[in-house]
């Protein structure tokens, strides 16, 4: 079965900074999708960026970006000049390319300090 | 166009009660999840559906929990005499097929007393 770690409960960051939250995955496949999450207290699960296995270059989505490393199962996410609307929790999630659920980690929660 | 809703946004029900969530997915979204999230933790998978078929049931952790969606559109979840363990936020997300990003509800957070 496959499992999703965030070694990191919270994570702390000043205002225009960047932040790395990290994540570690443990899978048998050879394909999958990778995805980071971020849910505020409103509790909706907003799509920050989405990796597809098989792409060696890294996804960015603006102030966001990943570092991800296949052959160590590490999917780190990098938030570039940190805004206050970023404050929120984190999960990172896998999803198997021929399987319908994804597999959360526990979550990081990101705050950002004025 | 609309997102995924979910109703009601709270619930609070007392134990050995039956309850019903119900999803509203994005129209057109053929691929239906239920999960379950407790507090401090991350999304838990229930149910998965595609069309009006479960496609994965796995994740129901019991036969007092159940699931629906005969028109292949909205989807019911159903939980049988409720324990207070079944308190949690309870998430649906849809997306256009098995194998794309999901898109999530705003969940409904159920107490149980």
């Known amino acids: 079965a496959q499992t999703v770690t965030q070694s990191q409960p919270e994570m702390s960051v000043q205002e225009a900074e960047t932040v790395t939250l990290s994540c570690t995955y443990d899978?048998?496949?050879?394909?999958?999708?990778l995805f980071w999450y971020k849910q505020p207290p409103s509790r909706q699960m907003i799509l920050v960026i989405r990796?597809?296995?098989?792409?060696?270059q890294n996804a960015t989505e603006n102030r966001f970006s990943v570092n991800f490393q296949k052959a160590a199962k590490s999917f780190s996410l990098k938030i570039s000049d940190s805004q206050l609307g970023d404050a929120a929790m984190y999960f990172c999630?896998?999803?198997?390319?021929?399987?319908?659920?994804?597999?959360f980690g526990d979550g990081t929660t990101l705050t950002v300090k004025p | 166009g609309a997102g995924v809703s979910q109703t009601p946004s709270n619930k609070v029900t007392e134990k050995g009660k039956y309850v019903e969530l119900r999803c509203d997915p994005i129209?057109?979204?053929?691929?239906l999840y239920w999960y379950r999230q407790s507090l401090g933790q991350g999304p838990e998978f229930l149910i998965y559906?595609?069309?009006?078929?479960?496609?994965?049931d796995s994740g129901l952790p019991n036969d007092r929990f159940f699931a629906v969606r005969p028109e292949g559109s909205v989807s019911t979840l159903k939980i049988q005499r409720t324990e207070r363990g079944d308190s949690a936020v309870y998430l649906c997300?849809?997306?256009?097929?098995?194998?794309?990003?999901?898109?999530f509800g705003p969940g409904t957070r159920l107490t149980v007393l």
């Open positions: 997300a849809s997306s256009s097929d098995y194998s794309d990003t999901q898109y």
């Open positions: 899978t048998s496949e050879s394909d999958y999708y």
């Open positions: 990796q597809e296995a098989y792409k060696q």
């Open positions: 999630a896998y999803k198997g390319t021929n399987a319908g659920k994804s597999t």
């Open positions: 129209s057109g979204h053929t691929a």
């Open positions: 559906f595609q069309g009006t078929g479960a496609a994965d």
